[in-house]
Nanobody, 118 residues
Framework: QEQLVESGGGLVQAGGSLSLSCAAS????????AEWYRQAPGHERELVAR???????VYADSVKGRFTIARDNAWSTVYLQMNSLKPEDTAVYYCAAGREWAGDVQYWGRGTQVTVSS
């Protein structure tokens, strides 16, 4: 069974919004940090946002003030609310469960495409 499944990607015009969801099996986000990465063609994969098990939050400088990461009450789903989208945000977005004590990723989702038109 897939551990992490993303949904909510799609095509949106610049200035618009999208909300991504990541459904986790078991108690993944009780143990690991909830993370969103993205990778655009020709670019390295980059961390977009992270929420730790103690609710500490980190955002990439490029998305601060525009994106918000959150969990549901049961800690079974993590969200990425993306506002004021720019063409530069176009990428495949990946949900991940991170070992915050080790600084690496335990589980990866398969990704969801976000395309922002100009």
């Amino acid at each position: 069974q897939e551990q992490l499944v993303e949904s909510g990607g799609g095509l949106v015009q610049a200035g618009g919004s999208l909300s991504l969801s990541c459904a986790a099996s078991g108690r993944i986000f009780h143990i690991y940090s909830a993370e969103w990465y993205r990778q655009a063609p020709g670019h390295e994969r980059e961390l977009v946002a992270r929420m730790t098990t103690s609710d500490g939050i980190v955002y990439a400088d490029s998305v601060k003030g525009r994106f918000t990461i959150a969990r549901d009450n049961a800690w079974s789903t993590v969200y990425l609310q993306m506002n004021s989208l720019k063409p530069e945000d176009t990428a495949v977005y990946y949900c991940a469960a991170g070992r915050e004590w080790a600084g690496d990723v335990q589980y990866w989702g398969r990704g969801t495409q976000v395309t922002v038109s100009s």
